[in-house]
């Protein structure tokens, strides 16, 4: 027994990347001997753990699984003192929360059909090149994708894979002298004022996007597209169809690239997912509260937030996360503000506020995301979390709040969610190049999610509208497409599932007093209000 202990140690821990000395795997079955009924639930804990740890070489020696069996067991024990309190186990390795500045950054090699991860230090002032790096890996990210849908693989032979026929991609740059019917993926640009191009890696060509029939989603400039026409004696080319490029089962985009961490979670095992599937769909009590434009200076906003407070206070089972996304303040945070003492002072009484349930403060855990009208150093994408200036007060009551990048990720056992912050429908209506087709929806809402979803990225908007940190550009990729994606939006609160995706928008709290209450285990969405 204790020989397959052993083995089953070191195997999990080699396939984390690990190797283990003899006094660290002594230390290790040391520590399992308090678990005999959890084992595995326990190595994965330890192995969680360890990833936080700053580790000088993978080759594990006793100290530093000492310094984590040891915190662990401090944390068991006070468990077993306030048992009501829950299992320290399924809480700690349940929900990893994940900052934009740590999100890994892959790169497609479309010779070699793989994703390299990129491992220097990525600077916030980009070159040129990073600019020109930016379309290029959002175009080739979408083209892998693009290049296993069956209806626009190239036939084998004489066999007809598609039922519309071959609907092979053609370069732009093979366009010239080419008649009739051609499909080619490019994306939207206004190389010149009035006149839309299709680009891709090859070449650009004018386009008549005039009476092209459209698919659900916003057309705005820079987001890639699949397009049927035929060029024109003039030079340019006529579009008849135009659409997004179709999306892939993220069962699909996981197989494929096994093993690859695109989310930044950890990469698992399929029998460690299953695993923690299953614990998730046993954890009913779960729930994430999400509230949207909490402003702290205005009363009324607090005074309703009280009542969000004190109800789940009272409740049987206190939720495990509240989500507080901005903006925090009525008034933007730019030039012109110069009340950031008073902002300070604001978060410490919401932080007295949420410390007098003394339910809530023991039992949940408290998120912070930025809004695009905060505090910050600017108003580019990714945004970096509020500065410690603004948050120290409330830290003083609530130690374990967790101040965030705006997007930033969460992993709840297996499931992956998106959080991002900015309000998208107005500046993607606005930026539209043809008017959004009514065909299947007429729904706003829906339009945004069919955008974000088919261009694996939470803001294709030009970046004159909304600037992008051309290095971190990464940081706004959805791919594979996650579980859930939260849009905090001015606009009204809308939920809708695309295509097996929950996405949903919060609503502005302190507009309408709305808010979510979401249960990951069932993925349900509980569109609230006060």
């Known amino acids: 027994m204790a020989v397959a202990m052993r083995n089953k140690v070191q195997r999990k821990f080699k396939m984390r990347g690990y190797t283990l000395k003899i006094d660290a795997l002594s230390e290790i079955l040391g520590f399992l001997t308090h678990f005999p009924e959890a084992e595995d639930e326990a190595i994965d804990l330890l192995l969680d753990e360890l990833r936080h740890l700053s580790l000088k070489s993978s080759i594990l020696d006793k100290e530093p699984v000492h310094r984590v069996v040891s915190l662990l067991l401090e944390a068991e024990a006070a468990i ?12 700690a390795s349940a929900l990893r929360i994940i900052d934009a500045f740590d999100f890994p950054k892959f790169r497609y090699d479309p010779i070699k059909k793989l994703f390299h991860k990129y491992t220097g230090k990525l600077p916030i002032h980009g070159d040129a090149s990073a600019k020109l790096s930016l379309y290029r890996d959002r175009f080739l990210l979408l083209f892998q994708r693009l290049s ?49 191009y299709l680009e891709d890696l090859t070449a650009a060509v004018e386009a008549d996007l005039t009476n092209a029939r459209i698919t659900t989603g916003f057309f705005v400039e820079n987001t890639v597209v699949l397009a049927e026409g035929e060029m024109l004696l003039n030079g340019i080319f006529q579009v ?6 179709p999306l892939e089962d993220r069962e699909k985009s996981v197989s494929m690239f096994a093993g690859v961490d695109f989310f930044g979670g950890g990469s698992l095992t399929k029998e460690e997912t ?69 902002l300070r002072s604001q978060f410490g009484k919401l932080g007295e506020m949420i410390a007098a349930h003394q339910q809530l403060k023991e039992h949940s855990r408290f998120l912070f995301i930025p809004g695009p009208d905060d505090i910050g150093p600017s108003n580019v994408l ?4 509020l500065p410690n200036y603004i948050k120290e007060e409330l830290q003083k009551h609530i130690p374990n709040a967790v101040f965030l990048s705006n997007p930033c990720r969460i992993k709840y056992y297996s499931q992956e969610i998106v959080f991002f912050r900015q309000d998208m429908l107005y500046r993607m209506r606005r930026s539209c190049v043809m008017p959004p087709s009514t065909e ?31 290095n971190y550009d990464h940081c706004l990729h959805i791919y594979p497409t996650p579980h859930t994606i939260v849009l905090g939006d001015r606009s009204e609160q809308k939920a809708f599932n695309y295509t097996g995706i929950t996405c949903f928008n919060p609503g502005s709290f302190s507009n309408d007093f709305t808010f979510v209450a979401y249960r990951p285990c069932s993925q349900e969405v509980e569109l609230s209000a006060v």
């Open 440 to 470: 299947e929806t007429s729904d706003p809402f829906e339009h945004l999610v069919a955008t974000i979803t088919h261009q694996s990225h939470l803001c294709p908007l030009p970046l004159s509208v909304q600037p992008i940190i051309w």
């Open 382 to 385: 990714p945004r970096c979390s």
């Open 80 to 91: 077993e003192e306030n048992p009501s309190g829950g299992g320290y186990l399924s809480a």
């Open 240 to 245: 008849k169809t135009c659409g997004f490029p």
């Open 148 to 196: 296993r849908d069956p209806h626009f693989s190239k036939p084998v032979f004489d066999s007809d894979i598609s039922d519309y026929g071959s609907c092979q991609i053609s370069p732009i740059q093979s366009l010239v002298g080419q008649t009739g019917k051609r499909w080619v993926m490019g994306l939207i640009s206004q190389l010149e004022d009035g006149h839309f």
């Open 274 to 342: 299953v695993r923690l599937a299953e614990l998730e769909k046993g954890a009913v009590n779960d729930m994430f509260v999400i509230l949207s434009d909490v402003w702290l200076d205005d009363d009324n906003t607090m005074e309703k937030l009280e009542v969000i407070l004190s109800g789940y206070e009272n409740a049987n089972v206190s939720p495990s996360l509240f989500v507080f996304m901005g903006n925090f303040c009525s008034r933007p945070c730019n030039l012109a503000f110069n009340s950031f003492s008073s």
